[in-house]
């Protein structure tokens, strides 16, 4: 059975800093490429970051640039958003989402684009 599982949400002051998780079974992690999503009440859903099938390309949108990574462990089959710095207009439920080889990362984290999506944790950036 496929799934993605997130994890690690939570409760921040401005400034702080979060590392979530995404957590895949069920499929051949390493032929996916797996993107970060957030969505914000009354927002449409964003690409955060995303990382493909290796590991060798990522793409990050503009306004967490310098602040948040992604990295994924293949052994692990785990996918970790490192958040730094973090800002109130952050908050927002974040979800993981995989898509198969090939897929151009910066075009999952920009239309966006997932095969198989997380139920997604909640963040909250707020003193």
Excluded: H
Excluded at 76 to 88: E, G, H, I, R, W
């Amino acid at each position: 059975q496929l799934q993605l599982v997130e994890s690690g949400g939570g409760l921040v002051q401005p400034g702080g800093s979060l590392r979530i998780s995404c957590a895949v079974s069920g499929f051949t992690f390493d032929n996916y490429a797996i993107g970060w999503f957030r969505q914000a009440p009354g927002k449409e859903r964003e690409g955060v970051s995303c990382i493909s099938s290796r590991g060798a390309f990522t793409f990050y949108a503009d306004s967490v640039k310098g602040r948040f990574t992604i990295s994924r462990d293949n052994a692990k089959n785990t996918v970790y958003l490192q958040m730094n710095s973090l800002k109130p207009e952050d908050t927002g439920a974040y979800y993981c989402a995989a898509r198969g080889r090939g897929t151009v990362v910066s075009a999952m984290c920009t239309r966006p684009l997932g095969d198989y999506w997380g139920q997604g944790t909640q963040v909250t950036v707020s003193s």
